[in-house]
């Protein structure tokens, strides 16, 4: 008499791999939720003293606006630096811890072969568990990325939104770059089947994919450029400045060395400008283009993260015994 083994239905292996993945899970709540707590508190602390010092309702374009701005930096701006570093590195931290364990962890404790014979195969349970984990991580990546972009509203006066640092804490693309360190942690523990290594490669791929993201992220779309008869040190308009070059009264073009070796402080060159017959020209990205950027890189981090998921799967499939 033979008996058949049934597959337990998807909704069950989500359930099973929820269960076995509940430590990491709940730690990854309670440290971001611990840490949006901290960004709350904190953000209401420099957002008052927006209020207080006049730079969050000045012109940026003034030179009053620019001093006010200066004021408010040192004295309530001192801590961001830091906060902003451990709140940059903790979205691929949490997907590297995440993905590398998921399964490395169960090749080093020799637990995988009975996983893979509770009916539903290994490719189910492999697919299960990086389901419930992106899933989980994407969500709250992307609410912690709302707590980020409150709290460093202020920097955006002096660096705009595009700011690379800043531009990588909007939820989209820290959704996607949590993703690809989840991806590649979860492939290189299904390949090496070592924990360590896998948490250390993720790391190394959150680390990286900004750099390479920026080198890319200009060509997007076409920048554009037009005159301006203002210059200052805060961002105008939240537009994200390439670069910039100058004409004479003339119309003969200078770079930027060259205009600046024209001599004199900051205020002679800002009045060069404003009434000297000089020109400052700017090759720049609109501000309108910021949500476009974000969700044109959280696209095709997504797709790499699919991507690596989908390798993984495959080679626990074909390659892991």
């Known amino acids: 008499m033979s008996s058949t083994t049934l597959a337990p239905p998807r909704s069950a292996v989500l359930r099973a791999a929820g269960l076995r993945h509940r430590p990491a899970l709940l730690t990854l709540l309670a440290v971001m939720g611990a840490i949006s707590l901290v960004l709350l508190v904190h953000g209401w602390y420099l957002h008052n003293g927006l209020d207080r010092t006049g730079a969050g309702s000045c012109d940026p374009a003034s030179a009053a606006c620019v001093e006010k701005f200066k004021r408010y930096l040192h004295q309530y701006a001192d801590s961001m630096p830091m906060l902003g570093s451990v709140s940059y590195v903790l979205g691929g931290v949490f997907g590297a811890f995440l993905g590398g364990p998921l399964l490395a962890r169960e090749f080093e404790h020799g637990t995988v072969r009975f996983a893979w014979t509770q009916g539903a195969g290994r490719t189910r349970w492999t697919a299960g568990g990086l389901v419930l984990g992106g899933a989980v991580l994407a969500v709250v990546a992307a609410l912690f990325g709302l707590v980020l972009r409150w709290w460093s509203a202020p920097l955006e006066l002096m660096g705009g939104q595009f700011h690379p640092d800043l531009f990588v804490q909007a939820s989209p693309v820290l959704v996607g770059r949590v993703l690809v360190a989840f991806g590649v942690a979860a492939l290189a523990g299904a390949v090496l089947r070592r924990t360590v290594l896998a948490v250390g490669l993720g790391l190394a791929a959150s680390v990286a994919l900004p750099f390479l993201s920026e080198a890319v992220r200009s060509h997007y779309m076409t920048p554009l450029d ?52 000089y020109t400052m020209h700017e090759v720049y990205q609109p501000a309108d283009r910021f949500w476009p950027f974000q969700w044109i890189e959280f696209g095709w981090t997504t797709l790499l993260a699919v991507a690596l998921c989908v390798a993984a799967v495959w080679w626990v499939r074909r390659r892991a015994a």
Request: hydrophobic share 40%.
């Open 226 to 277: 037009e005159p301006v008869r203002a210059m200052t040190s805060l961002a105008v308009d939240d537009r994200w400045v390439l670069s910039v070059w100058y004409t004479d009264p003339a119309g003969n073009r200078m770079s930027e060395s060259a205009f600046y070796d024209l001599g004199g402080d900051y205020a002679h060159l800002q009045s060069l400008v404003h009434d000297g017959g």
